[in-house]
C-alpha cells in the first residue's frame, strides 16, 4: 500500500495551493480519506475528511471556507485545494486512508508533504 502526497512548497501569505494523494494497492473508493497535518512542536490534527463516495465532507474550524477537500475515485487520488493560506497553516500535511470492516481497521498514511507559508 502506497499513499504519495505530492504539492506541498513555501508559499506567501494569502496564496492557494493543491495538494495530491495519489493511492495505490488499496480499493480507493472504499476508504474514507482524511487530510491532517502536524506543525512543528504540535500533535497532528484533522484537517478535513471526505467519506468514501465523495458525499460528505468535514473540515476542521480552522480551515472552513478556505481548504476543500475532494477525491477523483477514477484516479485513485484526493485532493486538497489551500486557498488564503496563512502563515499558522505551516506544517507537514499527510494523507490517510481508513476502513472499518467488521471488527476490523484498515488505515494507512503517507510520508508527508511540507507546507510553508511565510507572512
Known amino acids: 500500500v502506497q499513499l504519495v502526497e505530492s504539492g506541498g512548497g513555501l508559499m506567501q501569505a494569502g496564496d492557494s495551493l493543491r495538494l495530491s494523494c495519489a493511492a495505490s494497492g488499496i480499493t480507493f473508493p472504499i476508504y474514507a480519506m482524511t487530510w491532517y497535518r502536524q506543525a512543528p512542536g504540535k500533535q497532528r490534527e484533522l484537517v478535513a475528511t471526505i467519506t468514501s463516495g465523495g458525499g460528505s465532507t468535514t473540515y476542521a474550524d480552522s480551515v472552513k471556507g478556505r481548504f476543500t477537500i475532494s477525491r477523483d475515485n477514477a484516479k485513485n487520488t484526493m485532493y486538497l485545494q489551500m486557498n488564503s493560506l496563512k502563515p499558522e497553516d505551516t506544517a507537514v500535511y499527510y494523507c490517510?486512508?481508513?476502513?472499518?470492516?467488521?471488527?476490523?481497521?484498515?488505515?494507512?498514511w503517507g510520508q508527508g508533504t511540507q507546507v510553508t507559508v511565510s507572512s
Open positions: 490517510n486512508a481508513k476502513r472499518q470492516f467488521l471488527s476490523a481497521n484498515f488505515e494507512y
